[in-house]
């Protein structure tokens, strides 16, 4: 699906969004009681206009016409996390990994949350029940050294973002080697980063927050909402964007996004 193709990198954002938006419309059109198009409908009303709100009742709807249908379920679940609080989202969650207990992907979001909510240690459990069930699966390698990093853990986090076989290496050796205090590599990866930003505009500017580049933090966030990275959903308790929160730029782009301060 294209939502998913952006959210990899796979295609361009632009291009993702106006292919998602389309097909959204035309299936819900052409069948008002097939539920995964209004799934499709509400995701992508969440890139191209950050339309919470309306991106709720989609998934509401999809749930009304078929309850069991897991990705509604998980797309709620990710829009509460975006807007909302993380203990609700976690519950829907779990639900939803319930009837879906062999998806990956939706257990790696859910380390994602759990590390949002720094509650480190189930994070860490949940991410690395992924990497058992498949050690190369994209981006959690990434995600246990976000964890680990948090933690303190530098030596091991940088292991583990050096482990990441996908783009996602990319995002994460910034960090670690800027928390090792090698600030050549640091920069270095930065850079090979910045290179390489089509899609990532938010992680680059998770990177610049890291490295206590502030301003340089908020122009990316700026180009990330610009060019509906998806990644912006993820604003909202970034761990990375701590040094960020007192500034009235981010109230700004809170407001820009329609989520709640």
Do not use: C
Not at 5 to 19: E, F, M, S, T, W
Not at 173 to 188: E, I
Not at 224 to 234: M, Y
Not at 238 to 247: A, E, I, M, S, V
């Amino acid at each position: 699906m294209a939502v998913r193709q952006v959210a990899n990198g796979y295609i361009p954002v632009a291009d993702g969004i106006a292919q998602s938006v389309t097909a959204a419309q035309k299936s819900v059109e052409f069948d008002p009681s097939y539920a995964e198009g209004y799934v499709e409908l509400g995701r992508s009303r969440m890139l191209s206009t950050f339309d919470w709100s309306g991106a709720r009742k989609a998934f509401d709807h999809a749930l009304s016409l078929e309850p069991s249908n897991t990705g509604a379920q998980f797309a709620l679940a990710h829009l509460i996390m975006t807007v909302g609080d993380a203990d609700d989202s976690l519950r829907r969650y779990r639900q939803g990994l319930e009837r879906d207990p062999l998806n990956l992907l939706q257990r790696r979001y859910m380390a994602r949350m759990l590390y949002y909510a720094g509650r480190l240690d189930e994070a860490e459990q949940v991410i690395r029940r992924v990497l058992e069930v498949n050690p190369s699966f994209p981006a959690a390698h990434y995600e246990l050294g976000r964890v680990l990093l948090a933690r303190g853990q530098v030596p091991q986090a940088v292991r583990e973002f050096e482990s990441e076989a996908s783009s996602w290496r990319n995002l994460g050796l910034p960090l670690g080697y800027r928390a090792q205090g090698r600030t050549g590599a640091a920069n270095t990866a930065l850079q090979r980063l910045v290179e390489n930003s089509g899609g990532s505009e938010f992680q680059v500017a998770e990177a610049h927050a890291y490295f206590g580049n502030v301003d340089q933090a908020f122009t990316w966030l700026d180009r990330a909402v610009e060019l509906r990275d998806p990644g912006i959903q993820w604003l909202r308790g970034d761990p990375l964007l701590r040094n960020l929160t007192r500034d009235p730029r981010y109230v700004a782009l809170l407001r820009r996004l329609n989520m709640p301060l």
